[in-house]
């Protein structure tokens, strides 16, 4: 599909409502060197333990996770979760997944969460949505308590998927919108890689062309652009340097300044701040060219191999890996042509 027929597209408003982006599960082979990374050094707040699960949320978040840590034998992503504006959102969407042919379950609860919905996405993502969550007290100005960056708020998830205009379009019949796409500039355009919101900000799901489905990072809002360069001399100091995959630096797309990290069972996150207000409406996307050496990174500096190729696997509503497929497109060879 060309990238001209896809930007093109009226999509209808849906009857449903998705607010953001509002929390993951991680699979993790060893939790205490997980909770070890994620709160001992990054600093988000450790809610809860419940079992085999740690629940973790930011410093300034009023729900009560927003990254769930669940030891289990292989490393892999469970679930990737939205919130949804009232609770009625949950039949529509179960209507609308149903509608698509798509495997859908209904929990009537979730730890600290309300009636909840999974769905496995036609494109091979294990989505959840819910609307109700426990409340708790933001610790925004605990200053004497936080550490690392520190981490305030979940901002993103970012997904390889080997064809990035299938899952533009599955997006935006969800309601989300573009705020940013890089393209190729032959005759026949096609997108690498897209930026998709609903929140007002620059996104809450990014498609990377990738061998997928796979999660490529979960993005984490910091403060700014010090709170970056703290995380990493924290890093550093911890014996964590090794962590560090890509940055600090800024991107072109999005205009954040950020930095990639590694945790120890290799699920990437990235901390970002300083992305810009999509609000508006009528607020149109910006097209970067695919060999423009500034829209990966504004500074020009060449992402690493392994940031194109490895991501985190995914399961099924039935639990099972689902196994990826090669994508149509490489964006290096892009660069390269």
């Known amino acids: 599909m060309a990238a001209a027929a896809v930007l093109s597209r009226e999509f209808a408003q849906p009857a449903f ?7 993951a599960e991680l699979e993790v082979t060893d939790l205490e060197a997980s909770r070890a990374f994620y709160v001992d050094v990054l600093g988000l707040v450790e809610t809860e333990r419940a079992g085999d699960r740690v629940y973790l949320r930011g410093w300034e978040e009023r729900l009560h996770h927003s990254i769930v840590l669940h030891r289990t034998g292989e490393a892999a992503v469970n679930h990737l979760a939205f919130r949804v504006r009232e609770p009625a959102d949950l039949d529509r969407l179960a209507s609308d997944f149903e509608r698509r042919g798509s495997p859908t379950a209904r ?6 969460q309300g009636p909840t919905l999974r769905a496995f996405s036609e494109t091979g993502f294990p989505l959840e949505f819910f609307h109700e969550m426990d409340a708790v007290e933001p610790r925004l100005q605990h200053f004497h308590e936080q550490r690392g960056a520190p981490i305030m708020r979940i ?6 998927v080997p064809d990035v205009e299938r899952d533009f379009v599955f997006w935006n019949e969800l309601g989300f919108r573009c705020s940013e796409y890089i393209a190729t500039d032959d005759e026949d355009e096609r997108i690498t890689a897209a930026w998709l919101l609903r929140k007002p900000g620059v996104h809450d799901v990014a498609l990377t062309s990738g061998r997928g489905p796979r999660l490529h990072h979960i993005g984490v809002w910091v403060a700014d652009m010090a709170s970056v360069l703290r995380a990493c001399d924290q890093l550093a100091a911890a014996g964590y340097a090794a962590h560090i995959e890509r940055g600090p630096g ?6 954040a300044f950020f930095v990639y990290l590694r945790d120890p069972d290799g699920h990437r996150i990235e901390l970002y701040s300083c992305d810009y207000y999509t609000g508006d409406p009528g607020h149109a996307p910006l097209r970067w060219s695919v060999k423009n050496p500034l829209c990966r990174s504004f500074y020009g500096t060449r992402a690493p191999d392994s940031w194109y190729e490895e991501s985190s696997r ?3 509503l039935g639990g099972r890996l689902v196994e990826p497929r090669d994508a149509g497109l490489d964006e290096r060879t892009e660069i390269m042509a």
Request: charged share 30%.
């Open 314 to 316: 995914v399961r099924d």
């Open 107 to 112: 929990l009537d609860s979730e730890h600290a």
């Open 250 to 255: 800024r991107h072109g797309v999005s205009n």
């Open 155 to 160: 901002d993103h998830f970012n997904l390889h």
């Open 17 to 23: 409502d998705i607010v953001r982006a509002a929390h």
